[in-house]
């Protein structure tokens, strides 16, 4: 197995497991508080709108989207880490086919897998931290994967037309 | 029936035999996940035709009534409307975790078929595996399906019922037996002397293997390009939009003004549609692609003539491409793009079928001379 196939394989399972782990996780301990804060909120905002209580409401939804927020990157780091993991290891099998030296198929390997892992995690940081460096985490992440992807199309067309 | 797969038990070499032996761990992962895939598909097509436009409305109507009852003062039917909304989001939110899991589960399980002859396990350990996988990533998508209809009854915890303890503990299984595979894998990555994993799938380039692992690639590629292209134009702007509209909505309601809420419901609703539309075009586009690029592996497996197996190919990233296109043209293009979209989805699951039944050709072939199929 060579180098830039193994980090594809071995990554990519390890990274199905973070992403599963911290699904189970989220699942166990936090998604139905959240989920539960999140109609709470709503319904507050509302009964205090009936009751011609304008702050109070203001207040509640804006409870409701501090709530939303964390609630949405919750459930898309979790399945984001799990899809990039699977896309990480489908590569990784047919790896071999592309038409690069090893060098450069182990550079997008690296790409793959570093944007993989920290896109999600920008992703998830900005539930922790709402400023520009979780943000810039998570750009730069997506930014790895998407190059990475466009050299390995490439090295597969090139694969095609010189076998 | 004419030419069919190269690998054909006539020309299969005994070690290929051997990795796809009946009840054996590759065979059992290869068909319980294209089983996983389309039992979710089919889920999510009745799922789509029959629950969510349904529900969407229910939602609507009791969102609707919540606001009004504010309008006029009346925080009691507020309660009820809300809770009302939420027993509704709930209903819809376990079906399309049923449908997600139950394909993803089924993608996993195609690539640990894959990965079979790099796993360092003894053949009874990988099929145990094999069971406990495929045992779990049947029990989490039904036991998530049961969750709004079980509820709290007879549970031991205050917030869980039965269903989701039942539904993690599916999780749970996935999660050992990935951790077994893995392990498996590092030890034959991790060993002094490096042997070869021989696998004809992973040689085999038929020119429909081809055409569907450049065609998962591109539409992964555009699924990836799409979510980059929605995150930093519309994400932030949606998310902003949410709220506010939320709080006008409120707002007007503690001034009484009815137009006012009027508007703001109407806006919102198109937001929640306009959202709805970005993410299952995104999500679907990587999906299908996974998809494409692991069916590519499994070709030679396709017990049927080659045109034939150009034929499915071409069926599949045809409707893998026109779901998420249509999808997207939905809010412009109303029902007509919705029909297509749907029609996208049925050509996939036609061509799955006809990739399963190649499939189950190729293991009674295999079978029947050494007396197994008996």
Request: proline share 2%.
């Amino acid at each position: 197995m060579s180098g830039a196939r193994r980090l594809l394989i071995l990554g990519g399972i390890a990274l199905a497991l973070v992403g599963m782990s911290y699904g189970l996780w989220y699942a166990v301990f936090n998604e139905h508080q959240e989920l539960e804060g999140l109609g709470k909120s709503l319904t507050a905002g509302f009964s205090a709108a009936a009751e011609r209580n304008a702050p109070a409401a203001a207040a509640a939804l804006k409870q409701y989207k501090e709530q939303k927020y964390a609630y949405d990157r919750h459930v898309d780091v979790h399945s984001h880490w799990i899809g990039l993991a699977m896309l990480l290891i489908v590569l990784g099998i047919a790896f071999d086919r592309l038409a690069f030296s090893d060098g450069m198929k182990y550079l997008l390997a690296i790409g793959l897998f570093l944007g993989a892992f920290t896109f999600p995690l920008g992703v998830l940081l900005q539930t922790y931290n709402h400023g520009a460096v979780p943000r810039a985490v998570a750009i730069a992440g997506s930014a790895l994967v998407i190059a990475s992807l466009g050299g390995i199309t490439l090295g597969f067309a090139r694969g095609r037309e010189s076998s | 029936m004419g030419k069919t797969s190269s690998l054909s038990p006539g020309n299969l070499a005994a070690g290929a035999v051997a990795s796809f032996a009946p009840l054996g761990a590759r065979r059992l992962l290869l068909l319980g996940g294209v089983g996983l895939i389309l039992a979710g598909m089919i889920f999510g097509d009745i799922f789509a035709v029959f629950v969510l436009h349904q529900n969407a409305a229910r939602v609507g109507a009791n969102l609707a009534a919540g606001v009004h009852a504010a309008l006029v003062g009346d925080s009691t039917a507020v309660l009820t409307s809300f809770q009302n909304v939420g027993g509704f989001l709930e209903n819809r939110g376990t079906k399309v975790d049923t449908h997600v899991h139950m394909i993803d589960f089924g993608y996993l399980a195609l690539m640990l078929a894959i990965l079979q002859p790099w796993i360092a396990l003894s053949e009874i350990s990988k099929k145990r595996v094999a069971w406990v996988f495929l045992f779990g990533s049947g029990l989490l998508p039904v036991c998530v399906f049961l969750i709004h209809y079980v509820g709290l009854a007879y549970s031991p915890l205050q917030a869980i019922g039965w269903a989701s303890i039942l539904a993690d503990l599916g999780g749970l299984l996935v999660l050992l037996a990935m951790l077994a595979y893995l392990l498996g894998l590092l030890r034959r990555a991790t060993a002094k002397e490096e042997r070869g994993a021989q696998d004809a799938l992973l040689t085999d380039r038929g020119s429909e293997g081809r055409w569907m692992l450049a065609g998962g690639v591109l539409l992964a590629l555009f699924g990836f390009l799409h979510g980059a292209y929605y995150a930093s134009v519309d994400l932030y702007r949606h998310e902003a939009m949410d709220s506010s509209i939320l709080s006008e909505m409120a707002a007007g309601a503690a001034a009484s003004d009815t137009a006012d809420v009027e508007r703001s419901f109407r806006e919102y609703g198109q937001l929640q549609g306009d959202k709805a539309v970005q993410i299952a075009a995104h999500a679907h586009l990587i999906e299908f692609g996974l998809l494409a690029i692991m069916l590519a592996f499994f070709q030679p497996y396709v017990a049927l003539r080659e045109a034939w197996k150009r034929r499915w190919a071409g069926v599949l990233l045809l409707g893998s491409a026109l779901l998420p296109v249509c999808v997207l043209l939905e809010l412009r293009y109303g029902l007509v793009a919705g029909g297509l979209a749907d029609l996208g989805g049925l050509l996939v699951i036609i061509s799955l079928i006809a990739m399963c039944i190649g499939i189950l050709r190729y293991t009674g072939e295999l079978d029947a001379p050494s007396g197994a199929a008996r």
